[in-house]
């Protein structure tokens, strides 16, 4: 309580302070404070900038998205949804999965496009973990995210140092304020659960401006073993030097703990009864396997960012930085497979280039990072170093006033460990907006890369229609069978390997507004017919082969639009699953339904207001065996947005 009740001090603070600028009015262009950095027409972001730019001021300059084309999740898409975490801003994309392991801060997998192998991006940057290519969602700060941006599948490939199937950014808030802004963010929950975050914006001297944050977010253990806490910071500092050329530095910091109890053991539960539901979702009584398992995160990331117009019709976007990530697991006597800690360490450059003609558009991304491994495993010790260089450039034509927008694109990867080995890939894609209303796309790549036994082949169909009052989205990929290595703290042993035996999906969105009433959905159909490889140690990724996510909900303007409320109902259905693990099929539970009901209220565009009533009929379930999912619980909370 000390620590919330010096940042409310903190942010009271900050709304005495006056603008070191001169006094001009702020132009609103998408909410209080923040520039919305996502526009289906790229022009749009400049648009934006001369929208607020005023009279004796310098104009910023601001992140592009890597394609228009891409699935974007705005920040006022965000701030209405129902989420404790990042990983949960997903859970509305038709294409996407989260395997929930039930306990508040444990690391979940998100599966994209019928993968985990997902290469998650900060601000274009790679930030999967070098050794393990794994990336724990909790260390995304959610209230620093400006949008997210889901790249199609085809072009996944292209981005990061190593190449996955699939590529997801994460652009963060960029704030222009004339005056100091200030945001709080507090909700509680079941089970000592808490959130708290502080983020300050302000012109501290001419042309320079300051944003920071800072963040916890804790529970106490329900289950043996099972509590979390997550200390995290973000500061910039963006020198505008003129209209043309901004930089920005910046400093991330993770501190994140959590407890690994394995699940509930339930090899102990069958020798009292053989009803294991009776003392599996008991949190008083229920074993777990490790009482004592641990894992630690540090993190420390350092960037130095330019922006430049240098010529006209061309955009320059350049980054320096430095990563380093710790990862240990305390108690190794219980997982004595499993290395001890890993230190990774990784400097490097990436250089986006866009050049603008009158019907054509090139990007090129090229990337060097050199990263210092250090892995500790009981007994021995193992330093390594490995060198990254990558060059992709994308070709596009725009055609027939960009209604018709083929684009080509190629990637050629260096990998150097004491053995240099080089990948390609290439592919192509074709954007259509014919009708004002209706998008089509269709993409296709084919690609080699680290960890993976052959070529990829990805197929990507999708159409988009967008009217007043009804939008649907529909989507269709197809992947080949390719294998990729992930250790996550969460399994055995570090030869346990993840098959991704390629994927066939089917999904899409769906919503329909009528007056303030609204109905939503987003459905998903595996078509993969996945099967044993009868290798030891092979486990395909357990996802249900139908998910569901419905809602209906109230939501609209009232009182003279000085409420903005969504409340309602939210309905979420997943199928049986199954999965290999060694040689052997398993069928997780499945064919549940949980209710819950949220409401989300947006007063005068300057506060929050959050309310969910989750799992409404105390469900008891789990999407990874044996690891009990939430039951029945309230969480609500406030955010303001502080101006002075």
Known sequence: MTIKFILLIFASVTIMLRAQAKDTLYVDTTKAGIIDTVSADTTGLLNAQKTIAKKDTTTPLYQRPFNSASTFISRKEIDFMDYRYTGDLFDHFGMGFLRNFGFVGHPNELILYGTNAVGFLDDGIY???RLSRYYNLNLMASEMIDSIEIIRSPRGFLFGPVSNPVSVNFIKRDIYSLRPYARIKFYEGPGGEAFIDAIFNAIVFPDFIFTFDISNRNIDSSY????????????????????????????AYNDYNAALNGGVNVDSIVQLTSNIDLILYDNLRAPVYFRQRRTNILQHNVGLRLFAIPFANTFTDFNVYYRFDKNEIINPADYPDFPQSNKNKSAGALLTQDISLAFAELKVMAQYERTDTKRSMPGSQLNYNTNYFTLAPIFSLNLIDSSIVPSFYYKIQNISNGISKVYNGLGFDLSLKLLKHLDLYGGYSIYKSAGLSDNVNTVELSANLNLESVKLRADFINRNESYLQIESPLYASVNEYYSDLGASLLGGNFSLKLWNILFETTAYYDLSKHKSSGIDSIRTIASPQIKLTGGLYLDGSFFDESLYLKTGFAVNYNSKQRYFYLGNEYVLAGRFVTVDYTLVGEIKKRAYAYFTWENLFDETYYIVPYYPMFRRGIRFGVAWELFN
Do not use: C, E, M
């Open 127 to 129: 930030t999967n973990n």
């Open 224 to 251: 043996s073993n099972s509590d979390f806490s997550i200390w995290q910071g973000d500061a910039h500092l963006k020198y505008l030097i003129s209209n043309d050329v901004s930089l920005t530095a910046s400093y």
